[in-house]
C-alpha cells in the first residue's frame, strides 16, 4: 500500500493531474492540514443565510399581502409569481452546489474539506423542506467551517443558534406551554430540536438519555427563535423571554434553574462534554475515516481524546490522522455519490458544470443538500451498492467518461488516483478496451475506484 495514494484518497477526495498525492511524510501533510484551514475562495461572494432569509419572507409577505387585496387571502401566489420563485431558488441552489464542488476538488487541504462535509452532514439541514433549499449552504459555511477545528461545543452552540437550524427543526415555532406567549395563544412545545440534539448530535441513540430528557431538553430550548421581519436583528438568532417555559427543568438526572437563555447555555455545555457525546462522536468518525465497522481500539483512542481535550476537535481531528487503523484498511469504505463524482472530477481533471453536476448526483442517489433526515446521509456500504444503486454507478461512470478529454491516458489516470492498487485482472481488461473513453468508464468502474 502506498502512504501517499491512502492519506489523498481515505484523508481528502484522491489525487490526479492537477492534485498529486504528496511527497514526502504522508501523515504529516494530512496533519499539517489542521493548521491552515481557510475559507476557500470558490465561496467568495456567496451570500448568508439571514439576508437570503429575511428577503425570501418579505416576498411571502408581500404575496400575501397581494392575494388579500385581490380578495382571496387563501389564494397561493400568482402562478407566475410563483414559478419565478422556484427558478430563482433553483439558481440559488445550483451556485451554492457549484461552490461546494469547487471548494472540494481545489482546495490544497482536501482533510479539512472532507473534515467540513463530515460534520455538515453531522448536523444536517436539509433542502427537503423547501425554504432550507436556498441558505443551506450558507449554514455549513456559517455554523460549521468556522468551527469544526474548535471546541464541538461552541460547534454545537453555532449549529443551535442559526436560524437555518431554527427553521429546519422547528424550533423557531416552539412555545413554553406554561410561558406568557403559551398561555395567551394556546401554542405548545416542539420536541424536535431537543429529541435531534440528543439522539443525533451529542449523546447518541444509546447515550443513556429518556423521553422526559427530550422533552426537557425541548423546554430548556424554548424561546430561541429567530428575529422577525419587525425586529432590528431580523433574520438572525433571537432568545424571546415571552417564549420561553418558566421554571427548573430536569435533565440527565441534574436540576437547572431558570435563567432564561442561561438554562439553555449550561443544558448545552455539559451535553457537548458528555462521555456518552465522546463515544458517539469518536464512533461516527471512525465509521467515516475508517470501516463500516470501526475497530473498537479506533473508537477507544478517539473518545479518549475528545474527553481529555474538553472536545476539542483539532486535537481529535490529529489524533484520527495518526489511528494505525486508518493507514491499514485503505479500500475498507465505499465511496458515497458525492465522493465518487468529486474523486473522479479529481482523478481525470474534469470539471462539471453545475446543473450537470447536481443532476448526476440526483441520478446517483445523493443531491447535495438534500438528505432525506436529520440524521444524513447513511456512512456505510450497504446503504450505497444494492443492485440497482451499482447498475446506476456503472451507467454513471460511462457517461462521465464520455464528457472527459479523448487523449486521457487510463494508465496515468490509475497511476495517480490508485497507485499500485488495480487488480490485474481490471488492468487487462482495461488495456483491451475500444477506446480511451471506455477504459477511462472502465477504470472509474472498478471496485479499487469505487472504494477508499
Known amino acids: 500500500m502506498d502512504e501517499a495514494i491512502i492519506a489523498a484518497s481515505r484523508f481528502g477526495y484522491g489525487s490526479g493531474p492537477g492534485k498529486p498525492a504528496p511527497t514526502g511524510d ?8 489542521l493548521d491552515r484551514p481557510v475559507l476557500p475562495a470558490a465561496f467568495a461572494g456567496m451570500p448568508d443565510a439571514t439576508s437570503t432569509l429575511v428577503a425570501l419572507e418579505r416576498e411571502r409577505r408581500q404575496e400575501r399581502e397581494q392575494a388579500k387585496q385581490q380578495g382571496d387571502p387563501d389564494r397561493a401566489a400568482d402562478k407566475s409569481m410563483e414559478d419565478g420563485r422556484r427558478k430563482e431558488i433553483r439558481e440559488d441552489y445550483l451556485r451554492e452546489v457549484g461552490a461546494r464542488y469547487q471548494a472540494a476538488i481545489a482546495s490544497d487541504t482536501p482533510f479539512v474539506e472532507r473534515l467540513a462535509a463530515f460534520w455538515a452532514n453531522h448536523f444536517t439541514v436539509s433542502g427537503v423542506r423547501p425554504e432550507v433549499r436556498p441558505v443551506a449552504g450558507a449554514f455549513e459555511r456559517e455554523a460549521i467551517r468556522p468551527h469544526m477545528l474548535g471546541k464541538f461545543e461552541t460547534m454545537v452552540l453555532a449549529v443551535v443558534m442559526h436560524p437555518v437550524m431554527g427553521r429546519y427543526l422547528d424550533n423557531a415555532v416552539s412555545v413554553g406551554p406554561n410561558s406568557r406567549a403559551g398561555q395567551r395563544n394556546k401554542k405548545g412545545l416542539n420536541e424536535n430540536l431537543g429529541r435531534e440534539l440528543l439522539e443525533l448530535h451529542t449523546l447518541g441513540v444509546d447515550g443513556g438519555y429518556t423521553e422526559e430528557d427530550v422533552r426537557a431538553l425541548a423546554r430548556i430550548l424554548t424561546g430561541w427563535g429567530i428575529g422577525r421581519l419587525q425586529d432590528p436583528d431580523a433574520g438572525k438568532f433571537r432568545f424571546y423571554p415571552q417564549l420561553h417555559e418558566p421554571g427548573p427543568q430536569v435533565l440527565l438526572g441534574r436540576t ?25 462522536i469518536a464512533r461516527k468518525l471512525a465509521r467515516h475515516f475508517v470501516a463500516d465497522d470501526p475497530p473498537p481500539s479506533a473508537v477507544d483512542r478517539l473518545a479518549a481524546a475528545f474527553r481529555e481535550s474538553g472536545g476539542d476537535l483539532r486535537h481529535v481531528s490529529a489524533t484520527l490522522a495518526e489511528l494505525p487503523e486508518a493507514w491499514s484498511a485503505w479500500q475498507d469504505k465505499v465511496k458515497t455519490p458525492w465522493d465518487l463524482v468529486v474523486s473522479a472530477s479529481i482523478a481525470t481533471g474534469l470539471t462539471l458544470p453545475p ?33 440497482e444503486a451499482v447498475l446506476r454507478r ?12 479523448k487523449t486521457l491516458d487510463p494508465e496515468t489516470v490509475a497511476a495517480q488516483a490508485l497507485g499500485g492498487a488495480l487488480d490485474p485482472a481490471a488492468h487487462e481488461a482495461i488495456g483491451r478496451a475500444e477506446s480511451r473513453t471506455q477504459a477511462v468508464a472502465m477504470l472509474l468502474a472498478t471496485p479499487q475506484f469505487q472504494r477508499r
Open 394 to 405: 456503472v451507467e454513471w461512470c460511462a457517461a462521465f467518461a464520455d464528457r472527459t478529454d
Open 355 to 387: 446543473d450537470l453536476l447536481a443532476s448526476f448526483l440526483e441520478r446517483l442517489g445523493q443531491p447535495v443538500f438534500m438528505a432525506p433526515q436529520p440524521a444524513g446521509w447513511p456512512d456505510d456500504a450497504v446503504s450505497w451498492i444494492g443492485p
Open 256 to 280: 437547572y434553574a431558570d435563567e432564561g437563555m442561561g438554562q439553555g447555555l449550561a443544558a448545552i455545555h455539559d451535553i457537548a462534554v458528555h462521555p456518552s457525546t465522546a463515544r458517539h
Open 26 to 33: 504522508a501523515r504529516q501533510w494530512v496533519r499539517s492540514q
